[in-house]
């Protein structure tokens, strides 16, 4: 089967559905849905942090870099009408401590798969990544090939830092080391500044003061503060799996925003090359949290795609 490619335009009015949510994650008590469990891979016995909803077919999602379980917010209600829904905080992040053993890519990949098998999360499970999350659920994949129904990433990482060199490496490392305590500092001032919400939020959103204050806050909530934050970023530059991709044998939908500043839309299209049978849905006027930015579309996309191993 070969790969399919959907792009959107604005100029389409029943796309122009920018920053608007239907504000159910507020109507849910989510300190009633939180959960841990306890796995053992190769970071050692680590304890994660997760939140569980709804009843049907699994989803699992993986946040990405500064991310937590909360990136999923506005997609968590929408998918537990129908699915046994669960969104990890990976060690290091959110909630979940520090591994006792060093972060890797592929150790994190082992770890999304200890994950499914601890919770009983079967075979038909539907496995959704963004960004350094969409990069350890191909490790995932390519480890366990059996184990998932689907893959969707999201505006993965990888394919863009795989080359990355160990100067460049170091540089980014230290840069984050500095802007993190300004981070933490800034975030409740930023969400109440036009101005610095969108010096702040820019590189993530394509329009911040477009974004609601609560989903941004979310956002940012723990980014600042991960204690996984420097060493997952020595973890993700650099480390190379492109070759494996084409091991990937299950369907996959690659979504991305084309406004992405992190991860540039060029490797969108690397990915498609690269995951054979793989789909590609480009958003237009969109940047890296897709599913924060165009949750409606997202939802409903992403929605179709994992429906369609159960109904074709």
Do not use: C
Request: glycine share 8%.
């Amino acid at each position: 089967m070969g790969s399919a490619e959907t792009e959107t335009t604005t100029s389409d009015p029943a796309l122009d559905d920018y920053g608007r949510s239907d504000r159910k994650w507020l109507q849910l008590d989510w300190s009633s849905l939180l959960r841990n469990t306890v796995v053992e891979t190769r970071l050692g016995t680590t304890r994660v942090d997760y939140v569980e909803l709804g009843q049907g077919s699994p989803v699992l999602f993986v946040h990405g870099l500064g991310g937590s379980w909360r990136n999923w917010l506005e997609n968590l209600p929408f998918f537990a009408r129908d699915h046994r829904v669960v969104a990890i905080d990976l060690p290091g992040f959110g909630t979940s401590p520090m591994p006792p053993e060093t972060i890797s890519i592929s150790a994190y990949g082992e770890l999304v798969v200890a994950v499914a098998d601890r919770l009983g999360l079967g075979p038909e499970t539907a496995l959704v990544g963004h960004s350094m999350g969409g990069f350890i659920s191909t490790d995932a994949v390519t480890a366990a090939p059996q184990r998932f129904s689907t893959l969707t990433l999201v505006a993965a990482a990888g394919i863009t830092f795989a080359a990355m060199s160990d100067s460049r490496k170091s540089v980014t490392s230290a840069a984050i080391k500095m802007i993190r305590p300004l981070m933490a500092n800034r975030v409740d001032r930023a969400l109440h500044r036009k101005r610095l919400r969108v010096a702040s939020f820019s590189g993530l959103v394509a329009h911040p003061s477009l974004i609601d204050r609560e989903i941004l806050w979310e956002l940012a909530r723990y980014a600042a503060t991960a204690p996984g934050m420097i060493e997952a970023t020595d973890a993700l530059y650099g480390y190379d799996s492109r070759e494996r991709l084409a091991e990937i044998g299950i369907p996959t939908l690659v979504i991305w925003g084309r406004k992405d500043r992190l991860v540039p839309v060029a490797a969108a299209h690397d990915y498609l090359r690269r995951i054979p049978g793989a789909r590609l849905s480009i958003i237009d006027d969109t940047g890296h949290m897709v599913q924060m930015e165009r949750p409606a579309r997202f939802n409903r996309e992403v929605g179709q795609f994992i429906s369609e191993p159960a109904t074709g």
